[in-house]
């Protein structure tokens, strides 16, 4: 790692990565899962914000997966100043870590008053070691399960908030020491099956990958299960995803409901039908 990249990967008490950013930094984080409110219905959710020089960019959105339709997506951008407390308000959407009890807050809200705000207590999250992995010079990887979720979703402005919460969530970083001209295409998965359990992968198809598969699966307790490295990962014409794996075995599909006619997004989010049902976001992305 550059010496003159002040670029960490710590532990602060629960195994998340914490970031102290040069102005040569860019990064991608996402915050993806299932929350469930007291009535026992469940909703998928991603939220990724990414940095590039002074620019930030934050997609979010949110599924109704009783009812399997999209209930927002919302794109916000702006540029900020540099802060290394790591606390970024882009648009309507926000992103903070709070040192004094490790813990990161989120949300977004859009015009017609739908949104989120989650609240992520990372001190009950497992210890089990996690490590950050160099998927080609200067490109590091990271992903974790982080503890209890907390908050509330807005789903308009003539109706109530719904309090939710989820046992853990997906958090995954890729980040590079620089920034450059020299563009790299990602494939990410990640998902979350309604009996707690789910996996990502990830894919870096390039020469100089020092590793160009990353995948992993955790149980319902949040423990790491044996998986195969080589997840099959396909976007298909017609907006679905194929994933597949032969360990453990998998075969699963599922459509973005984020497409629109004439539109194109790098990330597609969808529900699993089936022996595993639940919530899965991919995307093609260039980092």
Same mark, same amino acid.
């Given at each position: 790692?550059?010496?003159?990249?002040?670029?960490?990967?710590? @532990?602060?008490?629960?195994?998340?990565?914490?970031?102290?950013?040069?102005?040569?930094?860019? %990064?991608?984080?996402?915050?993806? /899962?299932? @929350?469930?409110?007291?009535?026992?219905?469940?909703?998928?959710?991603?939220?990724?914000?990414?940095?590039?020089?002074?620019?930030?960019?934050?997609?979010?959105?949110?599924?109704?997966?009783?009812?399997?339709?999209?209930?927002?997506?919302?794109?916000?951008?702006?540029?900020?100043?540099?802060?290394?407390?790591?606390?970024?308000?882009? +648009?309507?959407?926000?992103?903070?870590?709070?040192?004094?009890?490790?813990?990161?807050?989120?949300?977004?809200?859009?015009?017609?008053?739908?949104?989120?705000?989650?609240?992520?207590?990372?001190?009950?999250?497992?210890?089990?070691?996690?490590?950050?992995?160099?998927?080609?010079?200067?490109?590091? %990887?990271?992903?974790?399960?982080?503890?209890?979720?907390?908050?509330?979703?807005?789903? /308009?402005?003539?109706?109530?908030?719904?309090? @939710?919460?989820?046992?853990?969530?997906?958090?995954?970083?890729?980040?590079?020491?620089?920034?450059?001209?020299?563009?790299?295409?990602?494939?990410?998965?990640?998902?979350?099956?309604?009996?707690?359990? +789910?996996?990502?992968?990830?894919?870096?198809?390039?020469?100089?990958?020092?590793?160009?598969?990353?995948?992993?699966?955790?149980?319902?307790?949040?423990?790491?299960?044996?998986?195969?490295?080589?997840?099959?990962?396909?976007?298909?014409?017609?907006?679905?995803?194929?994933?597949?794996?032969?360990?453990?075995?998998?075969?699963?599909?599922?459509?973005?409901?984020?497409?629109?006619? +004439?539109?194109?997004?790098?990330?597609?989010?969808?529900?699993?039908?089936?022996?595993?049902?639940?919530?899965?976001?991919?995307?093609?992305?260039?980092?």
């Amino acid at each position: 790692m550059k010496q003159g990249t002040r670029f960490k990967i710590g @532990v602060l008490m629960m195994c998340l990565p914490a970031l102290m950013m040069a102005s040569d930094t860019a %990064f991608n984080w996402v915050f993806s /899962g299932i @929350v469930t409110n007291e009535s026992a219905e469940r909703y998928g959710f991603y939220f990724q914000i990414q940095r590039h020089d002074h620019t930030y960019q934050v997609l979010s959105t949110l599924v109704d997966l009783e009812k399997h339709t999209l209930v927002f997506v919302e794109e916000n951008e702006a540029v900020l100043p540099e802060d290394p407390d790591m606390n970024w308000q882009v +648009g309507q959407a926000y992103l903070g870590f709070k040192p004094v009890n490790n813990s990161w807050v989120f949300g977004v809200k859009t015009e017609s008053k739908q949104g989120f705000n989650f609240k992520i207590d990372t001190l009950s999250q497992l210890t089990q070691p996690t490590k950050t992995q160099t998927l080609r010079p200067g490109l590091l %990887f990271f992903v974790n399960q982080t503890g209890r979720l907390t908050g509330h979703l807005h789903l /308009g402005e003539d109706k109530v908030d719904e309090f @939710v919460t989820a046992k853990h969530t997906w958090f995954r970083q890729l980040s590079s020491e620089a920034l450059t001209n020299d563009p790299h295409p990602v494939t990410n998965v990640l998902c979350q099956f309604d009996d707690g359990s +789910g996996f990502y992968a990830t894919h870096l198809l390039e020469s100089d990958a020092s590793r160009g598969f990353v995948a992993g699966w955790r149980d319902a307790s949040g423990k790491p299960v044996s998986m195969s490295q080589f997840v099959h990962m396909k976007s298909l014409p017609n907006h679905d995803w194929q994933i597949s794996s032969t360990l453990p075995a998998l075969q699963m599909q599922f459509s973005d409901l984020l497409a629109k006619p +004439g539109e194109s997004k790098a990330i597609s989010a969808g529900i699993i039908s089936g022996k595993r049902s639940g919530f899965c976001a991919a995307g093609k992305e260039v980092v």
